[in-house]
């Protein structure tokens, strides 16, 4: 006759048995016997993993092992067994149950569970809504049985005080009231005698009195360890925190799945609603709660129609969890908690927190907030520091330093307040004198050794300075707003030029010149800009016209300056458009700097001659305009026009067949747009080291580095900076290259060459080996 083998739950709670007797020092079956009525042979069985005992078997063994708290042994017999658990009121202090699945925090899980065996005192912290709860619920699930007496859960939702939290404990421990000891002096003599983990769930509005009560626990009871929740820390030096962040995309759409299946049974994505479903769950910045809410709404909603009102979730996700606390009975009431918990000074500095886009740093945050006035400087520091521990803000670090940001539905909610006290005009304002005041020392700063961390700064600061000149531009009526707006935008422009980012100039100086009642000098000065942003992204004729308008308005205005700058752009279009006349242009720009004694002026004139100059093949004239560029900027460790410079020098050298030299000038040309992060000028070398490496003879690495200049090129750039002379020299290239190869070779080199890195294609640019001998041209 055959043995059914026993089910893995049958097997996992005999190994919890025995480990149970393990932990006790491995009391023999005779002498747990000698304590129970139940035999030797029979306590044996129950731990071998045969078969499931009896729970009057089950309760006697773990009793005799010293458990007095047997609910969580209970509840794994239950599960072992396959019935359902009795229908019965949870006694105070027990688990709660769950009527949901737990879905994806399985490593975090993990993690807490080692956490929390590990050490003494735990707190989970986070923002409302992250799952800190349910994450608890399932850490003392799973460590329950590791006290003999267990766990006791306890919920601080409605404490108000230091006596409520002790009577309540009092309460959870089941002990009688004692007239003649304090609640606190009862729970602590009880709990000094036990071995057991007590979980504190939402302590952050009682954090003093759970403090002091959780020290003087883990003074008085050695074998109580705690574990504590709460959206900031208790502040002892025994804690260690452990902060849960928001659900990653993919398990953020698989809760949003999971629950969206509860109100629309069948409920599943496609190849259409997948990206849609990934993008709500990225505008709700992963956050448990606030997907649950959403998951709602696709009873009446399809997850195209709820993304397109999640602009205001606030108002969107209104309600949730009827039958839930009330501060998770909707996204609302969940911030008004929190809300509510902050001073006034941290409540005006999350309001003006709030109206950044992005990230931000203190410097900024200190240039926006006031309700520090009388000592801003170590009072925002605090502050923030303050919301930090709430989790309102959170803090990360970006290139060395210190950002702060909110989850987007804190932030709306912040914007809401500042809106509804009357903060928001005064705030906004302020960021937008900040944004201006970044940009002008960009510009300010950009001729010299500094460019490539400046242009991180702007980068790292671009969604700050992206809302502020959509507020500024926003009311045209509001001049003072427009004005620094502008200044704000024509700061960019080097950024624009040197990271490639031309279209977002072209909008933006576009937007500006939109506002009829810009003063005529700030109008020019956005417009040759503007003209060059227009050449480079493939209209040079229209923006030749417009260089030539700034031209005009600065001779009428006798701003020798700006009619240095407008030269520099009317040269610039007619580059781009191939005309012969950009070479007399530059030249007359690059004399009114000199006699203005405008060295950057020059340098920036000279460079884009130089490239002229390179883009018709006149190599002498390049090598004489671009030495004292490339001197300059040597010595002055200037980065992007020197890049301009020594690319330029390549084409030229290797059109007459100076391989070596070229290649030499391209590597450091590659090496300099790598540090300025500018993918077009890192395309526009990959390309020309792939004709240096077609000439050669290498011809697999030349489609190579072809199909990496393809992939590092911005999109809706031209080839070769729009250059014609270049572009169909490349064209021959390809031909001859695809030729050489076969179809089907080329078309899969280029492919791979496509998804290189910057630090792979560099690292094939740079070494690949050349013998000079070996040419076709």
Avoid at 279 to 295: H, K, N, T, V, W
Avoid at 655 to 673: F, M, S, T
Avoid at 717 to 729: A, I, N, Q, T
Wanted: glycine share 6%; hydrophobic share 45%; proline share 4%.
């Amino acid at each position: 006759m055959s043995v059914s083998k026993p089910s893995p739950e049958v097997v996992s709670f005999a190994w919890e048995l025995a480990r149970l007797r393990h932990r006790v020092g491995d009391v023999s079956y005779q002498e747990l016997a000698r304590r129970t009525r139940f035999s030797a042979s029979v306590l044996a069985r129950a731990a071998s993993g045969t078969r499931l005992p009896s729970w009057p078997v089950a309760e006697a063994f773990v009793r005799a092992c010293g458990v007095l708290e047997v609910s969580g042994w209970k509840r794994r017999w239950l599960i072992a067994a396959k019935k359902p658990a009795m229908a019965e009121s949870a006694e105070p202090g027990t688990i709660p149950a769950n009527l949901t699945s737990f879905v994806d925090r399985t490593e975090e899980l993990a993690q807490l569970v080692h956490q929390v065996r590990s050490h003494r005192l735990v707190t989970v912290t986070g923002p409302g809504g992250t799952g800190k709860t349910r994450l608890a619920q399932q850490v003392a699930l799973a460590i329950e049985l590791d006290s003999r007496d267990g766990i006791r859960w306890v919920d601080l939702t409605q404490v108000v005080d230091a006596q409520m939290l002790a009577r309540l404990l009092l309460t959870v421990t089941q002990l009688p009231a004692d007239p003649n000891r304090t609640a606190a002096e009862q729970v602590l003599s009880f709990l000094a005698e036990r071995e057991l983990i007590l979980v504190l769930d939402n302590c952050e509005h009682v954090t003093i009195a759970v403090a002091n009560l959780a020290r003087r626990i883990l003074l008085a009871a050695p074998q109580v360890r705690i574990l504590a929740t709460s959206r900031h820390s208790l502040g002892l030096p025994e804690e260690h925190l452990w902060t849960l962040g928001p659900l990653h995309t993919s398990a953020a759409v698989r809760l949003l799945t999971d629950r969206a299946r509860t109100v629309v049974p069948g409920f599943v994505l496609d190849d259409h609603t997948t990206p849609q479903a990934m993008q709500a769950c990225r505008i709700l910045d992963g956050s448990p709660l606030a997907i649950e809410f959403a998951a709602r709404r696709l009873r009446a909603l399809t997850v195209e129609q709820l993304v397109a009102r999640l602009d205001d979730v606030l108002t969107l996700l209104s309600d949730g969890d009827a039958a839930g606390p009330i501060r998770h009975q909707s996204l609302q009431a969940m911030l008004e908690w929190s809300w509510s918990m902050c001073a006034p000074a941290e409540r005006r500095l999350w309001s003006d927190i709030s109206v950044f886009a992005g990230d931000a740093g203190l410097d900024a945050i200190e240039a926006v907030n006031t309700s520090y006035e009388t000592d801003p400087v170590a009072g925002i520091a605090v502050g923030v520091s303050r919301l930090c521990e709430q989790s309102i803000v959170t803090m990360m670090t970006r290139e060395g330093q210190a950002r702060y940001s909110m989850l987007e539905m804190v932030r709306q909610f912040g914007l809401r307040k500042a809106k509804h006290h009357g903060w928001w005009e005064s705030t906004q304002a302020r960021y937008l004198s900040w944004a201006r005041d970044f940009a002008e020392r960009f510009d300010r700063d950009w001729f010299g050794s500094r460019q490539p961390e400046l242009l991180i700064s702007v980068k790292t600061e671009m969604p700050n300075l992206e809302a502020a000149m959509e507020y500024g531009l926003s009311d045209g009526d509001n001049l003072a707003a427009v004005l620094d707006a502008t200044r704000l935008a024509r700061s960019l422009y080097w950024y624009w030029v040197s990271t490639g980012a031309m279209w977002d100039g072209r909008y933006r100086l576009d937007q500006v010149l939109a506002h009829d009642k810009l003063p005529d000098t700030d109008r020019m000065d956005v417009m040759w800009r503007f003209a060059v942003t227009v050449a480079m992204t493939g209209d040079p004729r229209t923006a030749t016209d417009l260089a030539r308008q700034a031209a005009k308005m600065s001779d009428h205005l006798g701003d020798f300056v700006l009619r240095g700058w407008a030269g520099y752009a009317e040269g610039a279009c007619q580059m781009f458009a191939a005309s012969p006349s950009a070479i007399d242009t530059l030249r007359d720009a690059t004399a009114r700097f000199r006699a203005l004694s405008i060295p950057h002026g020059v340098q920036v004139c000279q460079t884009v001659l130089g490239v002229a100059l390179a883009a018709m093949g006149d190599r002498r004239a390049t090598e004489e305009t671009l030495g004292p560029v490339i001197d300059m900027g040597r010595r002055f460790e200037e980065v992007l026009t020197r890049a301009y410079a020594v690319w330029s020098l390549g084409i030229v050298h290797h059109e007459v067949g100076d391989i070596q030299l070229a290649r030499a000038e391209v590597n450091e040309a590659l090496d300099l747009y790598i540090r300025l992060r500018d993918s077009r000028g890192i395309a526009v070398s990959l390309e020309t080291m792939a004709w240096i490496a077609a000439d050669t003879g290498d011809d697999r690495v030349a489609v190579m580095l072809l199909g990496a200049a393809n992939g590092h090129l911005p999109r809706s750039e031209p080839r070769m900076v729009g250059f014609d002379r270049l572009v169909h020299r490349g064209q021959r290239y390809d031909a001859q290259l695809e030729e050489f190869l076969g179809s089907d070779v080329y078309q899969t080199l280029l492919l791979e060459g496509s998804a290189l890195t910057t630090v792979d294609a560099y690292t094939i640019a740079t070494n690949w080996h050349t013998d000079s001998t070996n040419t076709r041209q």
